[in-house]
Nanobody, 124 residues
Framework: QVQVVESGGGSVQPGASLRLSCAAS????????MAWFHQAPGKEREFVAS????????GYADSVKGRFTISRDNAKNTMYLQMNSLRPDDTAVYYC?????????????????WGQGTQVTVSS
């Protein structure tokens, strides 16, 4: 059993910053790849950013490149998403995904465990 808990969401104005965290606990697995996805009301869940176990490889959706930065601390089993220059279209529930393989992926189907999500609202 793996528990995945996201935190750090909130309501901010356009141009502000937020830092999301994803903490994993429970059954140990060796070297998971991790990712952030988001889902806006009435839309499908979409890829935001992903990171390999070693942090050497990272991927970003075009819409967040240059604004968001993904990182992880394996000693703490925690992944982060630093979100700068937030825009209203970033408003969504942000989910953390964990996969058994160490590589990163932008496909939702490649992830085995999910958290409950954290709400991010960007509005003036």
């Amino acid at each position: 059993q793996v528990q995945v808990v996201e935190s750090g969401g909130g309501s901010v104005q356009p141009g502000a910053s937020l830092r999301l965290s994803c903490a994993a606990s429970g059954r140990a697995f060796s070297s998971p790849g991790m990712a952030w996805f988001h889902q806006a009301p009435g839309k499908e869940r979409e890829f935001v950013a992903s990171i390999s176990w070693s942090s050497r490889n990272k991927g970003y959706a075009d819409s967040v490149k240059g604004r968001f930065t993904i990182s992880r601390d394996n000693a703490k089993n925690t992944m982060y998403l630093q979100m700068n220059s937030l825009r209203p279209d970033d408003t969504a529930v942000y989910y953390c995904g964990i996969r058994r393989l160490p590589s990163y992926s932008s496909s939702m189907n490649d992830y085995d465990y999910w958290g409950q999500g954290t709400q991010v609202t960007v509005s003036s």
